[in-house]
């Protein structure tokens, strides 16, 4: 029945065309009959089962040269629903992530959902097809490069770039990693060209978007494009640059399987389209160094071996502090003397002083003292952050978002001896309100201003006066757009102790950034002053920092030593045992490593981990890509985690 199908005369000229549904969770390509010859990277509407999916041609073959493969193969045979088939994607971006993809173990399409925008997508009758350009794919792999400067002499370098594609009749594109970012470079790199100039956000609204998409596809004119991570499908054939800044930064990593990060994306993005890489930050990742040090990236300027400060520098030790008031039977304190003495100086000299605080709340942890048990939240077994509520204070869980009352007993001992630990923002928030009860506190931090109009209201707030204190944590850095003359960061040791490779690395960037930021007074308050990373941080010594970081990674195999790959069962303990006995059998010529303990995370689910360590030279290979992915869904596999656990 079938073979008659396929030789009859009614099927001469019908092409099968291969796609990749871009949605959630959707797996593997899909085949569809169709009259139309698509070109790859288009978009077309197919039919999932009673809804019409967006996806992309990746592949189109005469139904001759398939027919042997079809024939064993299950298809859909309904049409695609499509108008034309819009041209959107460039097939160097199509290639792109099927290499992505491959280094992630995932699906294509995990990786289109990640860099696509469906907001933008929706709109495929409004978007102009990409007018084809030529794309020559030179022999020579496209230049990698580094630029360790900081934010001001990193705009400079970018005017530079932009100006010598331009006349090299070259587009650049500027990816970027919040949408702060987007909007702050854009008002800075456009002068003299905003004709040419677009930028594709989340924040910008759908008639924006479509309008930008529009020049992209019809400009003659080479362009600067700025991007976000979900908008890096954006291209055309003209790419002399890919420009990547802030390339350190933490948010460039996704929130949702597979986690990609975007300078992975984006290398093999710029490899694709044969355009030179620029990667860009002070400090530059650790990642990157290691790969200048293997001849993998070159330098773009002479990258500093140490950033030369004007700014008087002071650690203060709190242990000492922690022993004095403890003598003196005084109550703990958050911030220490000296901190608001330099505070109240900047304060009385109408200067702009900022406060960072790692944690959110009154305290990140709480302890029974008759036992030793942490208060957890009981649906995933994450420590509960103690918050100041309304009436009383609260335990809060940051995995969940559960909130319950703080007034409650040990749940293992059954005793009321809870000790809160450690210092929250609303703790720093108190003590600086006694302090400094004439002056307004402007706090940036999750809970507070949740989004980026919220944030950069509050940061509009903060400089238009004079004399004024900002109170923040991390969420605050892109934001900090103009210096201010005093920097304090009252807490930072708790984010030496995460159980994270990379935690000291965020820890540097974080001290370097606001060191970076601030005119004449650094302070930093720290209970570890003998770390590396803190000494380093605060002297500016960027390439010793490396050293040793390096240095202690390559002891434990850590990244970039060796690409990890983590592979987690979840179920009951009976399916997770008989799941991670299963792979470690089916890796076990390929480097697996170990197992993690059984572990519970709450409502009867346990969970596992085991290792796999891969060459990193070595990594993408095939054969384990293939059978990474087709574990069974109780099983997950993450590339290149930024946590073991
Ligand atoms: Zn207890």
Known sequence: MKAFFYESAMLRGMKVVHVIPIAKGAKGELSYFSLKDYAVGSIVEVPIRNKNVHAIVTRVEDVKDAKTRLRTQQFQVKKIKSREGTSLLHPSFVSAVRKIAAYYACSDSAVYYALTSQKLLAEIAKLNEIESQPFHQSDTKPEKMLLQATRRERVEEYKNIIRS???KKKTTILCVPTIQDAEVLEKELSKGIEK???SFTSALTKNKLIANWNTVAKEKHPLLIIV???FLFVSRGDIGTMLLEREQTASYIGQQKPYLHTRKAVEYIAEASGARLVLADLPLSVDSIYRYQEGIYDEFAPLKKRVPQSVHIRTLDMRELDKKNKEEKKSFLAIHPEAAAIIEDTLEKEERCAVYVA???????TICLDCGNTVKDPITGAPVVLYKGKKENVFVSHASGTVRSAHERCTYCTSWKLQSYGIGIEKVQEELENLFPETPIVTVARDETPT?????????EFYSKKGALLLATEMALPYLSKAVQTSVIVSIDALLSIPEWNSFERVFSIIMKLKENTESHFVLQTRKPEQYVLQHATEGTVSEFYKEELA???????????????VTAEGSPKSVEKDMSMVEKEFDADGFGGLSDLMHVGSGKYRMHGYIRIPETEWPRSAVVQKLRSLPLSVSVSVDPTSIL
Do not use: C, D, N, Q
């Open 228 to 230: 976000t991570s979900s």
């Open 452 to 460: 980026h109009k919220k944030v950069v209201s509050r940061m509009e």
């Open 165 to 167: 594609e331009f006349a």
């Open 552 to 566: 202690v990674r390559k002891k434990f195999s850590y990244p970039p030593y060796g690409t990890l790959i983590r």
């Open 359 to 365: 944690r959110r709340g009154l305290s990140p942890i």
């Open 196 to 198: 040419y100039t677009v």
